[in-house]
């Protein structure tokens, strides 16, 4: 049963309890950013070990300025009690629903999840376990390497934007703005939020596929002709996918973004790539694989996309997922 109560006008809590789910790259660099700069943050993760880890020796988050050290609590989903009032999913999509059975008993009436995972279907997810008022989605320009529990290389620049999805913008997303900023995290709000998110599919659907099924990193790309070639077709196929699915895309700035990662990300192993290396499932489905059902929904095809997905789904076969 969710809970709900009107929150159009409320505010965020002075001291709000944050829980990330997914202790990964992406949960230890927001999460350790926002622990960093005062708030209480719970990151709740799976693995036993990896918790015992952070607990021990806290975050340890490489940047551009230097690296830094921040106490960290981390803990299986079972362990918290306290409710959170803002829930920050940073696991992969296809752990999305997983993660949020294991919290369901600390989202309470008034909290707000957030998720800038990357991929099409993540509000979708998220409303079966919260009323559609208190979910933001977005997306990140965030690069995060997992060196090893709670340790996080993330070079080079980033930012982030979101938006309530009924695009009601109330008074609480402005603090959660704040909050995220006063945090460093360079976030705004944008209104056009299904336009950010497929264009960020598209730039995914190009570099991580790219880089997971050839096993390179953008820098290497740099000025490869063939991987411009397929990098043009994949983002061009997925801009026409989702302009026919009544998105406005602008194809310059998609391919702009893919040449500011190949440039400004050049030693950034996309998260997809990290994941063929770990030898754990990809989020090929919600990224490539989406753009090819949404093909199929508006009687089209997206054979480029399609390709890349098997080639990708044949990485994960071959690591034996
Ligand atoms: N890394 C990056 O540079 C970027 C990533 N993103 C997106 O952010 C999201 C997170 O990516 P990233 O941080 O790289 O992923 P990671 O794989 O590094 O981290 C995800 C973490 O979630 C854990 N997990 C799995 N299932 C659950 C569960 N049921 N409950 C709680 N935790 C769980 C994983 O554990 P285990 O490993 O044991 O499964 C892992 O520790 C993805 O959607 C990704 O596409 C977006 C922009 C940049
Ligand atoms: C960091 C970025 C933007 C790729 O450059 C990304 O989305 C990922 O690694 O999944």
Known sequence: ????????????????????????????????????????????????????????????????HGTISVPATAALATQVKEVADILILFTKTLHTEAALNSVQHLIGESTIVVSLQNGLGNAEKISRYVPQERIVIGTTLVPADLKGPGHVASHGPSSSQFMDVELKHPRWLDDLVELFNQAELNVSLNDSIMSVIWSKVAFNAALNAICAGTGA?????????????????????????????????????????????????????????????????????????????????????????????????????????
């Open 1 to 64: 049963m969710m809970k709900t109560q009107n929150l159009s006008d409320t505010r965020l809590p002075e001291t709000p309890h944050i829980v990330v789910v997914g202790a990964g790259a992406m949960g230890c660099i927001f999460g350790g950013k926002l622990s960093q700069a005062g708030n209480r943050v719970t990151l709740i993760d799976v693995n036993p070990e990896q918790i015992k880890i952070m607990n021990e020796r806290g975050l340890m988050l490489e940047m551009d």
């Open 217 to 321: 990193t953008p820098g290497v790309l740099d000025g490869d002709k063939a991987f411009q070639a397929l990098a043009h077709d994949v983002v061009h196929e997925a801009v026409i996918i989702g302009q026919l699915s009544g998105v406005e895309l602008d194809e310059a700035k998609i391919w702009g973004n893919v040449q500011m990662a190949i440039a400004e990300h050049a030693n950034h192993k996309p998260s997809m790539l990290q994941d063929i290396e770990a030898g754990r499932k990809t989020e090929i489905a919600a990224i490539n694989g989406a753009i090819v059902t949404a093909a199929e929904k508006v009687g089209s095809e997206a054979p480029v996309n399609r390709t890349l997905t098997y080639i990708v789904q044949l990485k994960e076969h071959l690591n034996g997922q």
